[in-house]
T-cell receptor, first 119, second 109 residues
Framework: EPEVTQTPSHQVTQMGQEVILRCVPI?????FYWYRQILGQKVEFLVS????????KSEIFDDQFSVERPDGSNFTLKIRSTKLEDSAMYFC?????????????????FGDGTRLSIL | GQNIDQPTEMTATEGAIVQINCTYQ??????LFWYQQHAGEAPTFLSY??LDGLEEKGRFSSFLSRSKGYSYLLLKELQMKDSASYLC??????????WGAGTKLIIKP
């Protein structure tokens, strides 16, 4: 079964450094998402991406964050100057495109996540 | 504001049935999802409801009442591997997923 893959599985970075988290969504999916989950807390939406642009973003997704689809397979999340509170699990997800079936009922398939630790 | 409530923790016995409730208040509604998340792992999709009623998938069923802003996930014939957190998520009017904090389900032999 196709799956979303994320690299690295664990990233340790000094505060103030830039970090790039990488994701390869499922190949025929056209909607991509980033979420974060601080240890012991709920999953939080960061951003959704469709047709090479951001479609929705949350208040968390400020100017420190950016997303990019540099080629036909990768989807990246960049944090420009990391803060201690950025330490969390970051999940990438993708879902099928709209079509005969509305996109609203397409489940999002999650990668295994990248654990980001800011020191 | 937007809010999703589910119990923090539940305990059940192997082989039994458990019902995990979720109530929501969101601006708009475009479906409700249940995900399972084992500790340290990614959420995995379990079920989707957009119309009122019961959706059954093997040992798992999910129910929705839109007028009451209420859903439940029913797990039958519980197995030890069902010990996990169960996340209720609602897709609101802007199609973002709004997540509950999850219900930690503990299965005892």
């Amino acid at each position: 079964e196709p799956e979303v893959t994320q690299t690295p599985s664990h990233q340790v970075t000094q505060m103030g450094q830039e970090v790039i988290l990488r994701c390869v969504p499922i190949s025929n999916h056209l909607y991509f998402y980033w979420y974060r989950q601080i240890l012991g807390q709920k999953v939080e939406f960061l951003v959704s991406f469709y047709n090479n642009e951001i479609s929705e973003k949350s208040e968390i997704f400020d100017d420190q964050f950016s997303v990019e689809r540099p080629d036909g397979s990768n989807f990246t999340l960049k944090i420009r100057s990391t803060k201690l509170e950025d330490s969390a699990m970051y999940f990438c997800a993708s879902s099928e495109p709209p079509g005969k079936v509305s996109v609203s009922n397409q489940p999002q398939h999650f990668g295994d996540g990248t654990r980001l630790s800011i020191l | 504001g937007q809010n999703i409530d589910q119990p923090t923790e539940m305990t059940a016995t192997e082989g039994a049935i458990v019902q995990i409730n979720c109530t929501y208040q969101t601006s708009g509604f475009n479906g409700l999802f249940w995900y399972q998340q084992h500790a340290g792992e990614a959420p995995t999709f379990l079920s989707y409801n957009v119309l009122d009623g019961l959706e059954e998938k093997g040992r798992f069923s999910s129910f929705l009442s839109r007028s009451k802003g209420y859903s439940y996930l029913l797990l039958k014939e519980l197995q030890m591997k069902d010990s996990a957190s169960y996340l209720c998520a609602v897709r609101g009017s802007n199609y973002q997923l709004i997540w509950g904090a999850g219900t930690k389900l503990i299965i005892k032999p």
